[in-house]
């Protein structure tokens, strides 16, 4: 320590050296008249002072759940209200899709995985080592309500949570409810993805064949007329062929293997 005291008051000494420059009379340092501008041997003008670069600070990104690629959608009319409007609904394009539907959804929910009360407590405990930690509230109640109101929510989302709010510019320790609502917004693609993915499973296993026929056959209208995503008219026309001969060629197959079933 007292070497590092030392080191600490010679910088301090150097630096306030530096910054008042060569006194006349030290011993050590020779006197130097004041640098006079305008003469011949010396620059009419100051020299520039260097620019400091400022250098843009990076925007901090805020953890998220990345959710699980569902396989291709497409739109269909379920019915017609009676003031001519549709009501469209998402299916698969391809009902072989199916089992890869079924396992983004296996994947999300997997993701979802609340945390163990163990996991709980010691990340909490963890946390709160870095405040000032208050003199009210019992320690075993305080412990039991962490474990509760954190034991619903996903392990990944809530370390991401404490993390960010180790790291952000807090002086102060974090309620249940304060950490909650970081949860909730790390969680909110993955479980947003997860109801929509349930919602096509639910209307493809409980469509009958008559049903997913129809909908072939509107698709096979579609395609005849020409109806393409915009990414793939944005190819251009060799693009556009395969396309749709790729999707009839499926359709059709599927057609066929659903009326040969009736």
Request: proline share 9%; hydrophobic share 35%.
């Amino acid at each position: 320590m007292k070497d590092i005291a030392s080191l600490t008051g010679r910088l301090t000494q150097q630096t306030e050296q530096k910054q008042t420059g060569s006194q006349p009379g030290e011993t050590g340092y020779a006197a130097r008249p004041p640098r006079l501008y305008g003469l011949d041997h010396e620059p009419t003008e100051p020299p520039p002072v260097p620019a400091r670069v400022s250098r843009p600070a990076s925007p901090r990104k805020s953890a998220s759940m990345m959710p699980s690629h569902l396989p291709p959608l497409r739109q269909v009319t379920l019915s017609v209200a009676q003031d001519g409007s549709r009501i469209t609904a998402m299916v698969l394009a391809h009902r072989a899709d199916l089992p890869a539907l079924k396992s983004s959804i296996a994947e999300m929910r997997a993701a979802l995985t609340p945390p163990t009360p163990e996991e709980i407590a010691a990340s909490v405990a963890r946390l709160f080592s870095h405040y000032p930690s208050p003199q009210s509230g019992n320690t075993m109640t305080v412990a039991q309500d962490w474990i509760e109101d954190m034991g619903q929510v996903s392990a990944v989302a809530f370390h991401a949570a404490v993390v960010e709010w180790r790291k952000g510019a807090n002086a102060f320790r974090p309620s249940p409810g304060q950490l909650l609502a970081l949860i909730e917004r790390i969680e909110a693609p993955v479980r947003d993805r997860l109801e929509f993915a349930l919602e096509v499973e639910a209307r493809e296993s409980g469509m009958s064949t008559r049903e997913r026929i129809a909908h072939l056959h509107h698709r096979q209208y579609e395609l005849e007329m020409g109806m393409v995503p915009y990414e793939v008219h944005a190819k251009g026309y060799d693009e556009i062929q395969r396309y749709l001969e790729a999707e009839m060629a499926i359709v059709k197959s599927e057609i066929a293997q659903l009326e040969q079933g009736t």
